[in-house]
């Protein structure tokens, strides 16, 4: 079993849509959580932590339960410019080290 | 946030050869600086953990004879692929640590290096 797991997609919606992406992580002892954002051949940027009660960042909501090792991020309202891959990070806990998922692809069209 | 650099951002080179990369933090120190690997559709693999004024601590599966890190300044850190092959071929990202403030313990990455090894 993988580390970190995502739906590779792609999903195509669009502009407008409300788009959700899953990921569920193997480490039980996981600390911290989050989604990056990664465009075609370039770095992935951060685009937020995940916390256990949930938390939102204009359109994009994170949530986390740590009961069924499970964490998802909302779009809402999706732009032409959130057309990107999602990136599900966990921290498992040594030494500041980050498991990346292979990503979930999104694209947004008129 | 903070930002790092990397060096060159595409390299191609003769199998064989050695090709070094730089990683450099632009406006804050770096303890500890991270090297990844990233094949087309797959995800961001973990190499090495490197810290600065000591050895560099790798993952299982990666050479550290074909991979060598220096990490010899808070602010730069060196990863060389020695006698490199088309297998090699790549997307090479760095990223470095925060230290204080908002940004402690955030990992923030390089804008990568692309090698291809003809």
């Known amino acids: 079993r993988k580390e970190v797991e995502q739906d590779p997609g792609p999903f195509n919606v669009p502009e407008g849509a409300t788009v959700a992406f899953n990921c569920t992580y193997s480490n039980s002892a996981s600390q911290s959580f989050f989604w990056y954002r990664q465009d075609c051949r370039k770095e992935p940027k951060l685009l937020m932590s995940?916390?256990?009660s949930g938390n939102e960042d204009g359109r994009f909501t994170a949530q986390l339960n740590r009961a069924s090792q499970y964490i998802s991020l909302l779009i809402r309202d999706s732009k032409l410019s959130d057309s990107a891959t999602y990136l599900c990070v966990v921290n498992p806990g040594t030494a500041s080290k980050l498991t990346f998922g292979t990503g979930t692809r999104l694209q947004v069209t008129l | 946030g903070a930002v790092v650099s990397q060096h060159p951002s595409r390299v191609i080179c003769k199998s064989g050869t050695s090709v070094k990369i730089e990683c450099r933090s632009l406006d804050f120190q770096a303890t500890t600086m991270f090297w990844y690997r990233q094949f087309p559709k797959q995800s961001l693999m973990l190499m090495a953990t490197s810290n600065e004024g000591s050895k560099a601590t790798y993952e299982q599966g990666v050479e550290k004879d074909k991979f060598l890190i220096n990490h010899a300044s808070l602010t730069l850190s060196t990863l060389t692929v020695t006698s490199a092959h088309p297998e090699d071929s790549s997307f090479y990202i760095c990223?470095?640590?925060?230290?204080?403030?908002?940004?402690?313990?955030?990992?923030?990455f390089g804008p990568g290096t692309r090698l291809t090894v003809l």
């Open positions: 995940v916390y256990s």
């Open positions: 990223s470095a640590m925060g230290t204080g403030g908002s940004s402690y313990n955030e990992q923030f």
